[in-house]
C-alpha cells in the first residue's frame, strides 16, 4: 500500500481499535518524544507496555520495562516503534515470531522502512510510518485543535472536556487528506529516488 | 469507504469550531483572559514542555484564537497556523525562525508599501538582508540568489496595482535554492487564490483586510504548508538543532509537518510577544464565515467599475488584472479564475489635482489608508502616504501623481459608479 498519505479511516481504525501498545524505545527521560508519547496515550486509556533492554528493573509511570517484545505476557494489538529506520527490519522479524501476531506496526515521525513495512504487511499486519500516535489521536478528536493545528476533522457536537483516563472520541466528520495534499506531495517527493 | 471532502463554504464555517463543551455555546465564545489554571504540577510541566495539548497564557495559545487558526489553516489547505496582532507581526515572526544576522531574503519589489518600510528599515536593523526583485521579470529572483539566502517573499496579487504574480514560477525558483517561498495572500484570500497549492511553503495574511473583512480588527496569520523539509544542511538551526530551552527537543523531528507553525509559537510569539486579542480573533473569525459571499460580490463590483472606467473620459488608464485588456490577465485565469480580487489602481487624465478633487467629491467612497472593507475605499498616495516624496520618486514607488488607489466595497455596484461618475465630472 501507498505511504506516502493515509487515509483519516485507516489511523482512525487503528486507533479505535487497539488496547495494548508495545513501545519499543520508550524512554525514562521525561524530555524525549516517547515519554511523552508513552505517558500521553495511558493518559487516553491504551494500556502501554515499555520496551528497553537497558531500564529493566525500571518502571515507566507505574508499568515495569520489559527487555523485548517476546518477554511481554499479554497478547499485543500494536507495536510503536521509536528507532532509526535502519533498525526497524529486527524489530519487525520479531513481531512476526509473536503468537498471536499484533495486528499493527507503527513507526514514529522521521521513521521510515518501506522493505520491513511490506514483510509486515505480507503477513497481514496494517503498518503506519513517519506518523506520531500521539498527534493523529489529538488531530481525529480535536484535542491538538489547541495548538492551532489544522485537524482536518469538523463536528457540530458538543465538544467533550479531555480529562486523564479519558478516550476521545475520533469519529468526526473527516475533510480527508486531501487538504493537505501539498504536504502529502512534499514527502513523496522527497522519498523520490534521485 | 471513501472520505467526503467538504467545500470551502463548509471550512469557512466550521472549520475549528464545535459547540463550547462547557456551555455548548454554538458561537465560538471569546475568551478574554490571560491565563488557565493547571490541573496539578505535573500538567503544568507537561504544558511547558510542549507534552501535552493546552493551554498556559494568551500570548501563546488561546482557545478563541486557536479556532482561528484552525480555520485559515483549513481554507488554505495547510497543516496548522498561528495568529498574530497584525500583519507586520506575521511577517516578523515567520522571517525570525529562518533568519540569523547577515543572512538574505529575496522580496518582490511589488509590495505593501508598510511591508517594503518593515524590510527596508526595521529588519536591517536585525541584520536581515532584503534583495528585491521584480516578479515582472522572473529571471531577477534567480539572480538575486545567494548562499545567503533563506526565503522568498512574495505577495499573490500585489499591492497597490492588483497584478498577478507567477507563484508556480517563483516557487520553482526557492525550490532549486533549498529555501522556502512565503506568500502572502492577503489581497486575494484562499477564496480566490491558495498559494500552497501552487507551490509556496508559508503563507503569511493581514487578516485585517478580506478575511476579517469588515474594517473593525486588526490581525495577522502564518499558515505552515507542511511541505519544507527543516532538517537538510542546517540551514535552519531554530527548526532543526536541540533547543536549549525545552530540554535539547528538537521542534522539526517533534512537530513533523506542523513545526513550522510550532516554531512560530513557541520561539517568535513567545518571546516577542505579538499576540493577537482574543476579542480581535472573534470578530475576524465572525467575518470569515462569510468569506465566499463576500469575496464573489467584491470580485463583481470591482470588475463592473474597472470597466465603467476604463471607458470614462476623465480617466487615463486602469491597472485591474481582471480587465480582458490587462497585462496580468492570463495570469489572472489561471490563478484567480474567480476574480482578480477588488483592489486596484487608475490614473487620470487631469494629473495631480484631478486626484484631489475626486477624493474630495467622492460621497460613497471612504478617504482612508486600508483596504479590504465592506465598504468601498480610495486613496491618493500622492498627496497622502507618498506625499514626501518628490514626482520621479511617487512614479517609482506606483503612487505616480495622477494615480489613485480603490478597494472596492459590496454596496450596490450601481450606487458606486454612479458615485464615481458624478465625481469625476460625468
Redesign the interface.
Known sequence: MNHDSY???YIRAILNGVKTIAMVGASPL??R?S??VF??LTERGYDVIPINPGQVGNSLLGKPFVASLKDIDRPIDMVDVFRGSAHVMPVVDEVLSLSPLPKVIWMQ??VRNDEAAAKAEAAGLKVVM???PK?EY?RLS???????????T?????????V?GMRLSLDR???????????D???KN?NEPG | ?T????GFA??AV???A?????T?ARATPIYQTTSFVF?DADHA??LF?L?????IYTRI?N?T???L??RV??LE???????TASGHAAQLVALQQLMQPGDEFIAARKLYGGSINQFTHAFKSFGWNVVWADTDDLSSFQRAVSPKTKAIFIESIANPGGSITDIEAVAEVARNAGVPLIVDNTLATPYLIRP??HGADIVVHSLTKFLGGHGNSLGGIIVD?????WSKGGKYPMLSEPRPE????KIQ??????SF??AC?VLGLRDLGPALSPFNAFMLLTGIETLPLRMQKHCENAKAIAEFLSTHKAVDEVNYSGLASSKYAALARKYAPKGAGAVFTFSLKGGYQAGVDLVANLKLFSHLANVGDTRSLIIHPASTTHSQLDDAQKTAAGAAPNMVRVSIGIEDKDDLIADLDQALGG
Request: charged fraction near 20%; charge should be neutral; hydrophobic fraction near 35%.
Open positions: 487515509a483519516d479511516d521525561n524530555v518524544p515519554y511523552f505517558k500521553y515521525i522521521g513517519d506518523r506520531c498527534i489529538g480535536s484535542e491538538i485543535s489547541w495548538m492551532g493545528v489544522n485537524s482536518r469538523l463536528s457540530a457536537k458538543r465538544a467533550p472536556i479531555p486523564k466528520q473527516s475533510v480527508s487528506g486531501g487538504n493537505t495534499a501539498a504536504s506531495r512534499a514527502v522527497r | 469507504m472520505e467526503r471532502n467538504p463548509t471550512l466550521h472549520a475549528g464545535q459547540p463550547d463543551p462547557t455548548g490541573n510541566a507537561s514542555g507534552q501535552a495539548f493546552g493551554n495559545t482557545p484564537t486557536a479556532v487558526e484552525e489553516a483549513a489547505g495547510g497543516t496548522a497556523a498561528l495568529a500552497i497549492e504548508a507542511g511541505t519544507f523539509d525545552y530540554h535539547g527537543l523531528e517533534t512537530f513533523g509537518n506542523f507553525a510550532i509559537r
